[in-house]
């Protein structure tokens, strides 16, 4: 079992930044692949990024150029830094944990934590 929890969600303004973290605990040694997905009110839940073990990574088109995943190993910690946020990011966003194979899986989810930007 792995055991994910975020930080780092709020209130911002448009163009302003925000920092997730997503701590993980348990069966670390297992974890291959850790990501981001979000889901806004009334929308399907999206996947916004991840990073394999090998240090691959996909953004969603939507999020290119803005956002980077990133990760701290010793500290069994994932990042995803938000910049020049838009009210469309709007959403709560959900830590996750898996694996890669063409397409990512992911088998553990965090509690999710709520991004706000206002306009």
């Known amino acids: 079992q792995v055991q994910l929890v975020e930080s780092g969600g709020g209130l911002v303004q448009a163009g302003g930044s925000l920092r997730l973290s997503c701590a993980a605990s348990g069966s670390i040694f297992s974890i291959d692949t850790m990501g981001w997905y979000r889901q806004a009110p009334g929308k399907q839940r999206e996947l916004v990024a991840f990073?394999?073990?090998?240090?691959?990574?996909r953004y969603a088109e939507s999020v290119k150029g803005r956002f980077t995943i990133s990760r701290d190993n010793a500290k069994n910690t994932v990042y995803l830094q938000m910049n020049s946020l838009k009210p469309e990011d709007t959403a709560v966003y959900y830590c996750n944990s898996g694996y890669y194979a063409g397409i990512y899986i992911a088998n553990y989810w965090g509690q999710g934590t709520q991004v706000t930007v206002s306009s």
């Open positions: 990073l394999t073990s090998g240090g691959y990574t």
